[in-house]
């Protein structure tokens, strides 16, 4: 007896060769019993009309669909995308961007229902399998990527590269910023479309993109540092003349282009800012100051001492022993400066309650006793009367080796002596004036010999000055980049007297070495006969720092009684490093600066300078140029391709 063949179970929509017809011909089995079969056989009609099930009369329909299985499974992927881009990206279309998902998912599952048998067979088999591995690699690796940029946004940080930090906010702006208690708001008017006029070239169009460029980054930097309390917008004046008449009046809306609006948002305090330069290098400073304005910040005073003989702050920038460059820098940190000079036929004299510091530039004039009475009340914290002033005094003191007796007396009577003569060094005076020096000031890393050597000779606390000496680092190394040399001309050797007060801190900030000090400011070579009163030949100290609490030989005050608040001195031997002809020669402007900024104190008042654009080119020869070209097209690619070609050798 022959075995009858098996039908294998297909897909369901493929039908069986006759309806009711069981497999193995017309042969029927008698039904138990003996019975006859009732069911008529040849009525086919009859009986496939009874055998049809609902899901029959779907079938022609599923096909069809199942037909179009792929260009539907590309729509819903298309519709999925489109979905997710306007839930994620277009709040106004949110609603409809889910019902585009629901239609993407509902078509992919369809058609995934219609071929299960495919589907599942594609997962099961070989290549599915190692498909579905790699969906899962891949979905692993995509999360992972989620995660560490969520991570990332929430903890982020930037770092400039940047030698002179063009691209970053100041210590101090940051501090004012995270201070802030009121919400300020900035708008910046700039024109949509920039008309130039008959006489306009591309040049100026270019520079007014440049500094609304800069307006842009710089508002973004701001309100990274604190975007609850800094809020900027731009505003077209073209077409938002309103806005323009609200803070601006009549003013003819040309003129009002590139202006910047600081005000508090909730209140009617307003400052207007606008260009200072082509390429607007002072924003950051401006901005501060305003916000230092609108909210009612205090501005300290800097003080210069006239009548004496002393350079003036008030000459204009072509006298080249002026201070007027000296004003500017000041200003530009933000502070107010001031002349102070006593009438000579007051009966007392006094500092303003409101200086915050005093500067005595190269003086050429005797110093009263009531005046010099006047400078030691101050230092000391006091006034006329005797009561106390807000904090003890700081002092700037730009000495030449000419400087009257008076005034040397008034230094030696707070610890430093003003010898006669300037330093003469043969490795770091200029070649063709040799009464110039080219001082370089310490750096900020551990301190040098000649530092230790000072410490290891005083009587107080060694950690303490090495503690002072680190603190002293943002005047000479601000952010562990030490100044260049600083340019000084005829500089006056300090020496520092001690009266073993312990409260009496006194460093030197620069050293020179293998140095002379000449006795006679006419002569530019050093006397080294021995037998001719040679010049003293050593170490020299040029600039000095003093931290003390009262006069020389004053005893210390006794220990928690309160009385130990410190005056703070910064002494020089030389003026001209800052005078006009010599500002912006090395960077005795920074050395000048930064100690204002340090003996002031950084508790309302934010000091920053421009930032330098610094332009570093790298110059090579056309073969160098090739090689970087054609390295940086080939190299990579052919790197990737190798090591794509050696992966398929090793897996084929």
Known sequence: MSEQPVEPTGDWRRRPGRAGRPPGGDTQETPAGGGADTTDTGDTGEVAVASRTLFSFLEPSLNAIGAFGAPLVIAGIVALVVG????????SMRLYGFIILGL????????????????????????????VNSLIMLAAFLG?????NFVSFENNSRIDATATNQFSLADRTEQLLDNLEQEVEVIAFYKAEISLGPQGSADVAYQLLNRENKVRETFREFEAARPTRFEASFIDPDVSPQRVSQYFGTTPVNFVNESIVVKLKDGDEVDIIQPQDATYSHLEQDLVSSILLITGQEQKSVYFMAGHGERSINSNQADSEGYSSVRTGLEQDNYRVETLRWSESAEEFSVPEDAALLVIARPTRELPQAQAQALNWYLQGKNADGSDRREPGRLIFLGEPDTPETFRVFLASWGVALDAGYIWDEDESLPNSPETLRLETFNATDPPPEMMI???????NQQELINLWTALSEITAPKGRSLPPVIMSGTASLQIIHDGNPDRKVLPMAVTTGSYLIDDIERTEPNTDPDNEPDPLGSFTPVVYVEAPGPVGQPPAPTGSGQNRAANLV???????????FFDRGSGADLFLNSVNYLVGDYSLVSLRPKALTTREFNVDRNQENFVKYSSWLLLPGLMGLMAALVWWVRR
């Not at 992972?144 to 560490?148: G, K, N, Q, T, Y």
């Not at 000072?454 to 107080?460: A, C, P």
């Not at 002494?571 to 002809?581: E, I, K, T, Y």
Request: aromatic letters at 8%.
């Open 104 to 131: 993407g998912a509902g078509l992919i599952s369809l058609v995934g229902l219609i071929s299960l048998s495919s589907v599942v067979a594609a997962f099961i088999s070989r290549t599915g399998r190692y498909g």
């Open 454 to 460: 000072f410490i290891r000779q005083q009587s107080q």
């Open 84 to 91: 997710i881009t306007l839930v994620a990206f277009v709040g």
């Open 144 to 148: 992972i990527i989620i995660v560490a």
């Open 571 to 581: 002494v020089l031997g030389d003026s001209d490093f800052v005078a006009n002809s």
